[in-house]
């Protein structure tokens, strides 16, 4: 589905986005009638309520969504999207006394609450619709949004029909909606051109491994995303419990959004050189799977000790890293499921994030808060890089003891990285419960906040 903001030229509904504290002197400016209506249907201008204000013959005068208190606003974002859920039918416009840059946020709220996951069951659209406020960038916003549902899109389809095939399709839709070019190695030509861990993963599946390159823009600074592909992951010979399992169809989620980021900046034409790597992978058990105790060769030529099949993300992405890094961009960036240890630290709601260039760091922290997006920066903390050291090879895909599963897995990656400037996201891409603007299921992370860093240091 699309994310849109609603005709400008229809009659529109005046919608008062309305705080606790501006009550009463909102409504010091209403009718006797007015004022009646709003206390009978119990109107407080809390947080997400919404409330329709009917004309004497039935149709909608106006109508008011809360916007809660200070303290209540901290607590969560996208408050106008709450609300907005709660509205009848028919198009609205803002009116509000809201800063521009929170008046965009609170229209990318709206827009994206308008989300529906429509592929397998019939789902009932939001009602309501927003005509773009005045001094916002609707293109832009709509950009965000639609990239956005591209990622959710991705994550929620099942396995069955959300393959490494149809990952590919996905990223040849996207290049042929932008002009990009996309170069896609299958199966065995892996090992003809030197992705052997890429193989290794994905051999055992029915649907052979990939991995796809897609590229846009010949002028500006370069930038490679590199997205974890893992469309399916048993955890291999090293089976994960089925409990374990119930998720692994989101496995792709760092792919997932990479795509949606990689439309955003297409969309809104940043003046970059974009490149995008996806080892599109399916982690399964069958006679040729790659076995615990193997030692594999890399692409940059590490030999890798598997001491355990279900920690294959890093083994996939390593190769992808180690191609995007021969051509020296100016920016790489990963993004992945990778660890269930991160989740541990953060939760589902931050993407935690390692690096060690703090002009980067600076502005990607800036961004988050700017953008409603929230992420945390973990260490490259080198005095682990012996946990991932086993003696018998260059490096360990999964140390023992438990510690620091978060930290040493991105230090792992970090060894097929020589560019000073490399980010690597560790993020989860599930919205466990429901909250304004993001259902439950598919999500994506970092992203806004990347679209601007990227911007900022990139575009300049």
């Not at 004497?56 to 607590?75: K, V």
């Not at 996208?78 to 946020?105: C, M, Q, R």
């Not at 119930?246 to 792709?252: C, F, N, R, S, Y």
């Not at 988050?368 to 080198?382: E, G, K, L, T, Y």
Request: glycine content about 10%; some cysteine.
């Amino acid at each position: 589905m699309s994310a849109h903001f609603a005709d400008p030229t229809h009659t529109s509904i005046p919608l008062y986005l309305i705080a606790q504290d501006q009550l009463s002197d909102w409504l010091k400016t209403q009718s006797g009638p007015v004022a009646a209506w709003v206390d009978i249907n119990g109107f407080t201008g809390g947080l997400g309520q919404a409330l329709a204000m009917p004309n004497p013959d039935g149709t909608l005068q106006c109508a008011l969504a809360g916007y809660g208190t200070p303290s209540t606003r901290e607590r969560g974002r996208f408050h106008l999207a709450g609300a907005a859920t709660n509205l009848p039918t028919g198009v609205y416009h803002l009116e509000s006394s809201l800063a521009p840059a929170e008046l965009a946020i609170e229209s990318l709220g709206w827009l994206l609450a308008s989300y529906r996951f429509d592929r397998y069951a019939r789902a009932t659209p939001m009602k309501a619709q927003l005509v773009a406020p005045a001094g916002i960038d609707a293109a832009r916003i709509t950009a965000q949004a639609q990239g956005e549902f591209l990622t959710r899109d991705l994550i929620n389809t099942p396995a069955s029909d959300m393959g490494p095939p149809d990952l590919e399709t996905a990223a040849r839709d996207l290049a042929k909606q932008h002009g990009a070019n996309i170069d896609v190695l299958v199966g065995d030509d892996l090992l003809t051109n030197n992705f052997p861990l890429i193989h290794a993963v994905g051999r055992a599946a029915d649907r052979a491994p990939r991995l796809i390159d897609l590229k846009w823009g010949t002028e500006g600074k370069k930038i490679t995303l590199v997205g974890k592909g893992v469309c399916f992951d048993t955890g291999g010979l090293n089976l994960k419990p089925g409990a374990s399992m119930g998720l692994m169809k989101k496995d792709m989620g760092g792919a997932a959004a990479v795509l949606g980021l990689a439309h955003m900046i297409m969309a809104i034409g940043l003046n970059l050189q974009l490149r995008v790597l996806i080892p599109a992978v399916e982690n399964s058990v069958s006679g040729n799977a790659f076995r615990p105790q193997d030692i594999l060769t890399s692409r940059k030529g590490q030999t890798i000790e598997i001491n355990n099949t279900d920690a294959e993300g890093r083994l996939v992405l390593a190769d992808a890293l180690a191609l995007a890094d021969e051509d020296q961009p100016d920016q790489i960036i990963s993004m992945a499921t990778l660890t269930g240890a991160a989740r541990v630290a953060v939760g589902p709601d931050l993407a935690p994030y390692f690096s060690n260039d703090s002009a980067f760091v600076t502005s990607l922290e800036t961004a988050a808060c700017q953008q409603s997006d929230p992420v945390w920066r973990m260490p490259f903390h080198a005095p682990y890089e012996p946990m991932i050291e086993p003696g018998i090879a260059d490096l360990d895909n999964a140390p023992s003891g438990g510690f620091a599963g978060s930290i040493t897995a991105a230090l792992f990656l970090r060894r097929f990285v020589t560019a000073s400037s490399y980010a690597h996201f560790d993020i989860y891409g599930w919205q466990p419960t429901p909250a304004p603007a993001r259902p439950k299921g598919g999500v994506g992370q970092a992203t806004r906040a990347l679209l601007s860093t990227l911007e900022t240091l990139l575009c300049k």
